[in-house]
């Protein structure tokens, strides 16, 4: 039996592969080889692998044929950004230096899980340089490309992730989130993605970038996809010290709630100045579908975001400072500035933004109490060219970089689950909207995101590029 035998092609969903695994009309097999043909024609246009570890994935395709129970996600190809460890590669980060680093001896726990489930993982995936950046553009390994345009960025730090998902590589994809890097490539990209509440998701057998704030999570072209895979991962693990011990709460049985008894809002204020007319419209379309028109204010968000900045800088320098005084010229120069300057930062100033955090958490907290859900742009502008460094905001010429990533530092700076969706619209690039929840209630952002899926609002569209 072969892979076009069950009716399924590369742009298959992973609820269907794994239906068609598991009723036996498709090998994990079959479906896998397939996978690895598609990563080998398309990944030299798209750049998204770094890493394609094809016996491991035979091996693993042929242990799921081979077991009565296949689970959930049977015969599913996935990838992972490449700060996972994967056994038997150096967890690069996106590196140079790091790639002389020993193979992993194990695989990160959310691979492990994903696997339990039946997954089979294919590769390691492209990213931003030690998770520092919003753009996809990597110095040593190349840019990603987006599958939509391919002149214009996949979006980072997680951009091989959503080029190879938007693609058609794989249908799930990890990346990590620290200040945005999952729902920035969801939204040049046009997917799906998740960063789930602080501490809900295993970060063990992962390269760190800010402790404190950094996220795990999936991408994927449905929101059924992105429901099996999250609750595929989730669990307490006492190897993440962020890993909260609380009952998971599964949410790929809540998608067909609907909306009804929700309290949904638009962000207002901080979060409509300066975004570009289609990310406006989008938010626009989300609202209307959804049947709300109330508005509200997040507090203090700008002071979030540059308290995010302070914390991001100087944390993520003190992880790489020895790296930085023994070979700063192996570092892509952009991040290394960075991390310099974040160096350099006073510890009383950072002391403040950890005190303004536990505030801002606060009244973020207070502000679900009247609201169930949030709407809020997901990036000030559909993708832009490779090699872009500037953008109009709010009429003003501003660095591109760093502001990528204005409407989601946010929103992680206070450590809420947010679901991606996008909203195509024909003859443009798609943008995202977030969908965003109080702490620990993804099923609700997923309950949403459903809604807008069936409602035609959100989808992933398909690229028109030829192989």
């Known amino acids: 039996m072969t892979f076009d035998h069950a009716g399924l092609d590369e742009w298959a969903s992973a609820g269907e592969i794994a239906r068609a695994v598991g009723a036996g009309r498709v090998s994990a097999a079959a479906v896998t080889q397939a996978a690895l043909a598609t990563i080998a024609r398309r990944n030299p246009a798209l750049n998204a692998f770094t890493d394609v570890v094809a016996e491991r994935a035979r091996a ?8 009565r129970a296949k689970g959930p996600l049977a015969g599913v190809p996935f990838a992972v950004k490449n700060l996972f460890d994967v056994a038997g590669l150096p967890t690069r980060a996106g590196s140079l230096i790091n790639r002389e680093r020993p193979p992993a001896t194990a695989d990160a726990t959310l691979i492990t899980r994903l696997e339990a489930a039946g997954a089979v993982l ?12 919003f753009t996809g553009e990597n110095s040593h390994d190349g840019a990603s490309r987006n599958p939509h345009d391919l002149s214009r960025m996949t979006g980072g730090s997680s951009g091989g992730s959503g080029g190879a998902v938007a693609g058609g590589l794989v249908p799930i994809a990890l990346g990590s989130d620290t200040n945005g890097s999952i729902r920035v490539p969801a939204s040049f990209c046009g997917l799906f993605g998740l960063k789930p509440t602080y501490g809900r998701l295993s970060r063990a057998g992962t390269f760190p970038f800010v402790a404190s704030l950094d996220h795990l999570g999936p991408l994927a072209r449905t929101v059924e996809d992105l429901a099996l895979a999250y609750d595929a991962m ?15 709460r599964k949410v790929a049985g809540v998608l067909a709630d609907g909306i009804g008894g929700l309290r949904i809002a638009v962000a207002s204020g901080y979060f409509e100045r300066g975004a570009a007319p289609d990310a406006l419209a989008a938010v626009r379309a989300v609202s209307a579908a959804l049947g709300t028109d109330r508005r509200t204010e997040v507090p203090e968000a700008a002071r979030a975001r540059a308290a995010a900045y302070v914390i991001t800088a100087s944390e993520g320098a003190a992880l790489h400072l020895d790296r930085l005084r023994a070979r700063p010229r192996d570092f ?13 930062i006073p510890a009383p ?13 606060a009244r973020v907290q207070e502000l679900f109490g009247r609201i169930d859900v949030l709407l809020a742009p997901a990036t000030p502008m559909s993708a832009p060219l490779l090699g872009q460094q500037s953008f109009s905001l709010d009429g003003q010429d501003v660095p591109l970089r760093p502001n990528i990533g204005i409407f989601t530092q946010p929103i992680s700076f206070a450590g809420l689950p947010v679901v991606a969706v996008p909203v195509p619209s024909p003859g443009r690039l798609p943008i995202a909207v977030q969908v965003i929840a109080a702490p620990w209630r993804e099923d609700i952002a997923f309950r949403v995101a459903a809604f807008l899926e069936q409602a035609g609002i959100a989808a992933a569209p398909r690229p028109t590029f030829k192989d």
């Open 332 to 344: 892509d120069p952009a991040v290394r500035d960075r991390l310099i300057a974040g160096a350099l």
């Open 234 to 248: 989730q669990g307490a693990d006492a190897a993440d010290p962020a890993c909260q011990d609380r009952p998971a």
């Open 122 to 133: 294919v590769g390691a995936l492209n990213m931003g340089e030690y998770a520092y950046d």
């Open 60 to 67: 693993r395709a042929a242990a799921v044929d081979a077991a």
């Open 349 to 361: 100033l950072l002391v403040r933004a950890h005190k303004f955090r536990r505030w801002y958490a």
